[in-house]
């Protein structure tokens, strides 16, 4: 269960909590509530879903005798891939990023490769190299968000309506009314460039996969990933801006076995999700 979202921006986002003594001290009430039903007894809380890693008041929840043994996770939410973001390697309970995406402001607008792929795999690279233990996109489609009563193009799909009756331009979707049910059944979705970059993790990484530990010289960032079946998973993103600047990576704890074979998978500003070699 996670009861809060951004109580730390005190805006349309969620309520209004500005000090980590006041979400520690309303998750206690929350908490206090629940434990008078044992059919809550199992449920866990996530918190405090702050707007960024500074905020996460990990230790005010941590410290509160009340809270602390009901906290699964606690989480924060990113959108600007150049922030600092915390280590949390070693920590307990362990720290999710709740939500992230590449694209961040406006909350509408056309999303590019600059402002929307590639930083998105920054992020989620960041947070992983970080220590999270879990990172989900926020969202999955474009659609219209009732915290600002406005479109926004969050989307790892694109929607357009330009077929659908009454059509709206793709330009003017930023403008656009509160889509109607007839709008919605017309409505048509196509994956952008965050799809693909969360596709090079989600489609190979298994559930059940562990870190393993990755080396890698040059211009770079990359995670690994053990899955059950012993195959190896390697994500990462080239940042060299040279062309044919090579990165080098090595695996610690891998086996011969392990690196049978191999195949590669890019994305970049003109190609998406392209199998090297196919």
Not at 9 to 29: I, N
Not at 127 to 152: E, I, K, P, T, Y
Request: hydrophobic letters at 40%; a neutral charge.
């Amino acid at each position: 269960l996670a009861p809060f979202n951004e109580t730390d921006l005190c805006s349309t986002e969620g309520l209004c909590l500005q000090s980590a003594a006041s979400r520690a001290g309303l998750l206690a009430k929350i908490v206090t509530r629940m434990n008078a039903f044992p059919d809550l007894a199992s449920i866990k809380l996530i918190a405090a879903e702050s707007s960024g890693p500074g905020s996460d008041s990990r230790a005010e929840i941590l410290a509160n005798a009340t809270v602390a043994p009901r906290v699964a996770a606690i989480a924060y939410h990113q959108y600007s891939a150049s922030s600092t973001q915390d280590a949390y390697n070693t920590a307990s309970p362990p720290q999710f990023l709740t939500e992230f995406n590449g694209f961040s402001n406006p909350f509408c607008g056309t999303p590019t490769w600059a402002g929307g792929g590639k930083s998105h795999a920054d992020l989620l690279l960041n947070g992983l190299l970080a220590g999270n233990s879990a990172a989900l996109v926020w969202d999955d489609v474009d659609a219209w968000h009732v915290h600002q009563n406005n479109f926004q193009t969050f989307g790892l799909f694109f929607t357009g309506f330009a077929g659908a009756s009454p059509p709206v331009a793709d330009s003017a979707r930023c403008a656009m009314a509160f889509p109607t049910p007839t709008q919605l059944d017309g409505a048509t979705y196509a994956p952008r460039s965050q799809y693909f970059v969360t596709k090079h993790f989600s489609k190979f990484v298994a559930p059940g996969a562990r870190r393993v530990a990755v080396s890698l010289t040059g211009n770079g960032a990359a995670v690994g990933f053990l899955n059950p079946d012993s195959s190896i998973v390697i994500a990462g993103r080239n940042k060299s801006t040279t062309a044919g600047e090579s990165i080098h990576l090595s695996i610690s704890g891998g086996t011969s076995t392990n690196l049978a074979s191999a195949r590669l998978y890019y994305s970049n500003a003109t190609s998406n999700f392209v199998q090297d070699g196919a």
